[in-house]
């Protein structure tokens, strides 16, 4: 089995449970930050179950999304059927994602990889001129809670790491935050993030 397969599985259990494991609801600061732009066409790596693609959808947005989880992508597109939405939902993975499509807005919501600058850049290359790339995980202080997130300091986020993934572009906003969490039962309590708003 390779270690991709073995990623894979392990996420395919998590979300085989009948329970949204990260919650319906929308992260809140990617809700807070889309709220602000106009609606076009964006890009959700790493969805998950879909909270944050269906509420884009709601919004108006043309959603492409992806995630390597087959039980990620069945569930997305139930709670999408729930409120009426189609999402444009692929079974893919950071490395092999491709598209001639350029998109107004990326969302990378606790979307940690270990090709993390490798990855960010070529994501950066789907973005149109003055895109936007909202960004929320967690950050290397993390691993001094129990709140939820990868246990390798190699998958969390740095401010300077991110700084040196984008930049390229004309505008980044990039801060540490400790904020309470609540999304399903595993994001949840305090932690800490980085958040980032980039214009390309």
């Excluded at 992806?66 to 893919?92: C, M, P, T």
């Excluded at 505008?171 to 904020?179: M, Y």
């Amino acid at each position: 089995m390779t270690q991709s397969s073995k990623v894979t599985n392990t996420w395919d259990e998590r979300y085989a449970q009948d329970e949204y494991v990260y919650g319906k609801q929308p992260n809140e600061f990617f809700r807070q930050q889309l709220q602000t732009l106009r609606p076009g066409k964006i890009l959700l790596p790493a969805e998950g179950e879909g909270r944050n693609a269906v509420f884009a959808a709601l919004q108006g947005w043309d959603v492409v999304a992806f995630d390597s989880s087959v039980e990620a992508k069945r569930k997305a597109n139930v709670l999408a059927q729930e409120v009426g939405k189609i999402i444009d939902y692929q079974i893919n993975s950071f490395e092999n994602f491709n598209t001639d499509e350029q998109f107004d807005t990326i969302g990378l919501v606790y979307a940690h990889n270990l090709n993390r600058q490798e990855n960010h850049r070529k994501l950066s290359g789907f973005l149109k001129k003055g895109g936007v790339i909202i960004l929320e995980g967690f950050s290397r202080e993390q691993l001094n809670y129990n709140s939820g997130g990868p246990k390798s300091i190699e998958m969390l986020f740095s401010v300077d790491e991110l700084k040196s993934d984008f930049e390229s572009f004309s505008s980044l906003n990039i801060w540490t935050e400790e904020i309470e969490l609540s999304e399903g039962n595993y994001h949840l309590g305090k932690a800490s993030v980085v958040r980032m708003v980039g214009v390309k």
